[in-house]
């Protein structure tokens, strides 16, 4: 009888600074009523790249590598990568609030098809949904707007992160697994 390996809940997203997830709170807090939603800490607000669900921790490693490649097919030219998150929206089928950029930059669209080919090609599952950036700010939303209004906010990022979910009743808690300065070949922790 063959041992079930233990899996974690993984994606690789572009993660803020404090600073900046600061500021997307400040700008929303007046569109987030906790009467009629579940607020996201700003702690978690991040802009997902690849969304891959539970994985076997034996291949963990290979996501390692995958990484360091991939994250060396940023030009030096795109970096950092820039979004503003300048559009608020509800969106009515998965019941969350969310920034989004009026227009995603080319560079993260095309860095996040890169990471998506590279895990397929490695026999991974990500999510194969075209990339749109958002943040999630508040979920389990009660009915909402279609367009907010709020101040934009600018992101910018240096570094890919592989991010550890673990879910819990009253919301999922993410962890960095690791990082990868964008344009180099290194990890850093």
């Known amino acids: 009888m063959s041992e079930i390996e233990p899996t974690a809940r993984l994606f690789f997203a572009l993660w803020p600074s404090e600073s900046m997830q600061t500021a997307l709170a400040d700008s929303v807090s007046t569109l987030v009523d906790p009467a009629k939603c579940r607020p996201v800490p700003a702690s978690n607000f991040h802009l997902t790249l690849a969304f891959l669900g539970s994985v076997e921790l034996g291949r963990v ?3 390692h590598e995958l990484a360091a490649r991939c994250v060396t ?3 030096p030219s795109t970096l950092p990568l820039v ?3 300048d ?3 509800y ?3 998965p019941h969350i609030l969310c920034a989004t950029a009026s ?3 080319p560079a993260i669209s095309a860095f996040a098809r890169t990471l998506k080919r590279a895990l397929t ?3 991974f599952a990500p999510d194969m949904k075209p990339f749109r950036a958002h943040a999630t700010f508040a979920r389990k939303v009660h009915g909402s707007e279609d367009r907010l209004q709020a101040i934009p906010v600018r992101w910018t990022f240096d570094a890919l992160h592989l ?9 999922s808690i993410y962890r960095a697994v690791a990082s990868w300065r964008l344009g180099s070949s290194s990890a850093r922790a």
């Open 61 to 63: 490693a290979s996501l």
């Open 73 to 75: 097919s940023c030009p």
């Open 83 to 85: 979004v503003d998150l």
């Open 87 to 89: 559009r608020f929206e």
């Open 91 to 93: 969106w009515r089928r």
């Open 103 to 105: 227009s995603t930059p």
């Open 121 to 123: 090609a490695e026999g």
């Open 163 to 171: 991010i550890e979910s673990d879910t819990h009743p009253d919301g």
